[in-house]
């Protein structure tokens, strides 16, 4: 299996810095082009020092790392400090970086990677809200049929909200850049809190990660130890629900997850539904469908492969 090029779209937080070192630790199927950041959990300042910080500890500071949007389309920005902490990556007390940010903006570099390679060989991974992604599209409308894939994460369908009754919060943040992706026509794989809140960090999966014994091992058990509280005081979840490794353990091992190709829209109109993504499960509609939405998740195998690779840093 050739790797896979990507970029990955993020907004670190703990579960986003855990799918940046599930990549990094899987150069045979992911060739990591760079990361570009965006404002989300945190705002972009830290969510940019948090992505280097992530690569540094992985020790690969060579990964080009892009600052991109600040705030959403349309919208004030909503953070969840509540959930990542102050920093957004509360839990491990890890060293500032020293890689500075790559020249040039996120968006500049998602557009010029699409048109420098080959029509359909660039995978966009967005695991934050939708802002960059959806800019580089009105910016550059010749790129979309380039991209060989989106897989994100975002949405929720039999789950419901875990910001809004009805909103995810990577597409409640940005509704508008998420209709635009969702319209873009770009083939679309939508890893949602349907799946997400079946990769829960129990106890024994943490203690797996700690006992590897390393400096990336202490640091994810010591982020998920952090990010649980939120899910199990709402949700009374057994640990954390590690969303966005969904989308990088999809690219290494797609027979994990099993969905639907259906229509999914966004609801971008009522603030009451703000967000929702509206997947046609059930094909009541005749709108097309336009994202293979993942209601699935082989749970342990999923951690299976996250422990192996993140014993590779
Ligand atoms: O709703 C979960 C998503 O929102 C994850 O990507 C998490 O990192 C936050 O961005
Ligand atoms: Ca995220």
């Known amino acids: 299996m050739t790797a896979r090029k990507i970029i990955i779209d993020t907004d670190p937080g703990q579960d986003d810095a855990v799918a940046i070192l599930l990549a990094l630790a899987s150069p045979e199927a992911v060739d990591l082009l760079g990361i570009t950041c965006v404002a989300g959990n945190v705002p972009l300042s830290l969510t940019s020092k948090n992505a280097r910080i992530i690569c540094e500890l ?57 048109r420098s390679n080959p029509a359909g060989t660039v995978t966009l991974c967005p695991i934050g809200p939708l802002t960059n992604i959806a800019t580089a599209f009105r910016k550059a409308p010749d790129i979309a049929e380039k991209v060989q894939e989106i897989v994100l994460m975002g949405g929720a369908y039999f789950e419901v909200g875990n910001v809004t009754p009805t909103a995810e919060f990577n597409i409640y943040v940005d509704p508008e850049a998420a209709d635009v992706v969702f319209r873009s026509g770009v083939p679309i794989v939508v890893m949602p809190l349907d799946v997400t809140h079946k990769v829960l960090v129990t106890r024994d999966r943490n203690d797996r990660i700690r006992d590897l014994g390393t400096p990336v091992g202490l640091a994810v058990a010591q982020m998920t130890d952090f990010f649980e509280r939120f899910d199990r005081e709402k949700y009374g979840s057994d640990g954390a629900p590690l969303h ?70």
């Not at 959403?72 to 969840?80: D, I, K, Y």
Request: hydrophobic share 40%; proline share 9%.
């Open 58 to 114: 992985a020790g690969k500071p060579e990964v080009p790392v892009f600052a991109g949007c600040e705030r959403p389309l349309g919208r004030e920005l909503v953070t969840a400090e509540h959930v990542h902490g102050r920093t957004g990556l509360d839990g491990p007390d890890l060293p500032d970086p020293t890689m500075p940010l790559a020249d040039g903006h996120a968006v500049d570099f998602i557009i010029d990677t699409l």
């Open 244 to 313: 966005d490794p969904c989308v990088i353990a999809y690219l290494i091992r797609p027979k994990l997850f099993s969905g639907r190709h259906v229509n999914v829209e966004i609801e971008t109109g009522s603030e009451l539904t703000m967000g929702m993504t509206v997947a046609d499960w059930w094909q009541v509609t005749d709108r097309p469908a336009n994202a293979t939405f993942m209601g699935h998740v082989d749970a342990p195998g999923f951690f299976d492969l996250l422990t192996e690779r993140l014993a590779r840093l």
